[in-house]
């Protein structure tokens, strides 16, 4: 299996685009992060995530991070990828 740049590059977006959705929907199932699988989504996506929430205010007690994070994740993506060629 031979794979290219941009489909490395798509992967690795793909992947923390869903990591960072399945901590969004374990949120409403184990707010208290008590799951493992909820601990390891917290560890893979707050890197990601914390730089977003610092810049962007609360809204009626809504944490728009990880919204704003995938939006921005799925341009940077489109731009790498345009600058690749694929």
């Not at 409403?28 to 989504?41: A, C, E, T």
């Not at 944490?63 to 704003?68: A, Q």
């Amino acid at each position: 299996m031979d794979m290219s740049t941009s489909q490395i590059v798509g992967l690795v977006f793909t992947t923390l685009w869903w990591v960072i959705l399945g901590r969004v929907l374990m949120s409403w199932f184990d707010p208290s992060g008590n799951y493992r699988i909820s601990r390891i989504l917290y560890d893979m996506s707050e890197p990601i995530l914390a730089p977003a929430r610092r810049i962007l205010p609360t809204f009626g007690g809504v944490d728009w991070s990880p919204i704003v994070t995938m939006f921005a994740l799925d341009v940077l993506e489109r731009f790498i990828l345009g600058r690749l060629g694929g």
